[in-house]
C-alpha cells in the first residue's frame, strides 16, 4: 500500500527541526492492515507558567486542506529555526504544539471519519440536552451512516485519547493557552467557532472570546473571518472542544480558549463546479494555485494566535473591564438570552 504523503512530510518536517524542536508518537492506529502513527511536535519553552498554543489539524479524514494549513505553518516555522532570531525570541515565551494529522487513518482512507467509521468530533463525552439536527448533531445508529458518535458507554477513540493526553499535559496546566483546529466545508465563509457546541448556553469566558475577537478585528482588519461560537449554526452532541473546555473550567481557574477554523470551502467549488463530482473536491481546492493561495491566506491567522498568546496579559479583560465585554458579546452573540441578563 502507498505510503501516506502526509506522514512523509510531517516526518521530514520534524527530521530537519534539529535540537529545537521535539516529537512524540502518542499512540497507534490501524488502518487496512498497516499501522500509523498519531505524533504531536512541540517547540518553544516547556516552562509551565508560560502561556501555550495548540494547532489541530485532520480530525476529519476528507477536509485535507484542514491538515495541509496546520503542516504548511509548521513547515513555515521549522525552515526559519534556522536563520530567525526574531522567531526565537518568540518561542523563549510560549510553548507551541501541533498534531496536524489527527486522524491519520481517516486522511489515508478519505473519510470523515476514522477507520472505526466514528466522526472524532461527536465522540466525546457530552450529551445536548437541547434538540440537535438529525444524524449531522451526532448518531448512535452505526458507523454505516456518517456522523456516528461510536458505541455507548464506550471510552473514547484513541485519536481523541491523543488529543486529551496533549490537552493534559500540555494545555491544561498552563494560566494561558489556546488551541486552532482546522477544518473546511461548511458554508462560503472562513469561520472561526469556539464552544459550545452542545448548547446554546454561553460559555464561561464569554468576555475573553469577544476582546479576542476585537483584537482579531482590528489586527487583520483585511481578513473576513466570521468569529462566533458554533451553536449559532448548530447543535451537536459529542464535541471534544467542549469536553476538554468543561473539564477545563471544572478543574481550573486558568484561560483555555479553543478555536475551530472553518475554512468555508462552497467558494471553491462555486469557482469549479466540476469538484461537485469529486468528494474530496468538496472539501479542498483541487486546483493547485487555489490551494497556494488557501495556504497562504490563513498563516497570518495562526501567526496572530501565537502573538495573542504570548501577549495575553495586554488584552485579556480583568476584574471590571470583564462585563462590559460580556454585555457586548451577548448582544453580538446570544441576542435573544441578552435582554434577560441585563435586567
Ligand atoms: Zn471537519
Redesign the pocket.
Known sequence: MQQQPYLDELAQIIATGGADLQSRTLCEVQCLGQRMPIQAVFMGNPDPSLPAVGFFGG??GL?RIGAEVVLAYLRNLTSRLKWDTTLHKQLESVRLVFMPLVNPGGIQLGTRANPNGVDL?RNAPVESLEKVPWLIGGQRHGPQLPWFRGAAGQPMERENQAVSEIFETELLPRRFSLTVDC?S?FGVKDRIWFPYAHTRIPIEHLAEMHALKELLQETLCNYRYIFEPQSRQYLAHGDLWDHLYLSSVAQTDHVFMPMTLEMGSWTWVKKNPRQFFSLLGMFNPLIEHRQQRVLRRHLPLLEFFVRAAISHERWLPHGPERPPHRLQAMAHWYPDQAAGEAL
Open positions: 480530525f476529519h477536509e468530533m477544518h466545508g
